[in-house]
Nanobody, 130 residues
Framework: QLWESGGGLVQPGGSLTLSCRVD????????VGWFRQFPGKEEREGVS?????????HFADSVKGRFAISRDSAKNTVALQMNSITVEDAAVYFC????????????????????????WGHGTQVTVSS
């Protein structure tokens, strides 16, 4: 199971850190991605992902240079640090996991495709308002 936390209300230009906890004794075998779903939209947009094998990361163009992703293997958590937040970042944010063998086999651009991921959290809301 996956559990997101850290969502809330933030002002434009502000920062927020989301956390995803991966439960289970084999959590270190899963690579994790962050996705977001905008109001009125069904599709989840890939934001960032991180490999459990080598720590390599990928970011959507819309967040490059503003967001960072990191993994704490001791705590089985993956954090998404969001900086210079804009109103366009307002969404429900989900973390998702996939066994690292499948993640590694996927070409890099495909690692932000939601179809790759098997396990999902329930989401955390990020609201951006002044």
């Amino acid at each position: 199971q996956l559990w997101e936390s850290g969502g809330g209300l933030v002002q434009p230009g502000g920062s927020l850190t989301l956390s995803c906890r991966v439960d289970g004794s084999t959590a270190d075998k899963y690579s994790v991605g962050w996705f977001r779903q905008f109001p009125g939209k069904e599709e989840r947009e890939g934001v960032s992902c991180i490999s459990s094998r080598d720590g390599s990361t990928h970011f959507a163009d819309s967040v490059k240079g503003r967001f960072a992703i990191s993994r704490d293997s001791a705590k089985n958590t993956v954090a998404l640090q969001m900086n210079s937040i804009t109103v366009e970042d307002a969404a429900v944010y989900f973390c998702a996991a996939v066994e690292s063998q499948y993640y590694t086999a996927m070409f890099p651009a495909g690692r932000l495709n939601h179809d790759l991921y098997d396990y999902w959290g329930h989401g955390t809301q990020v609201t951006v308002s002044s």
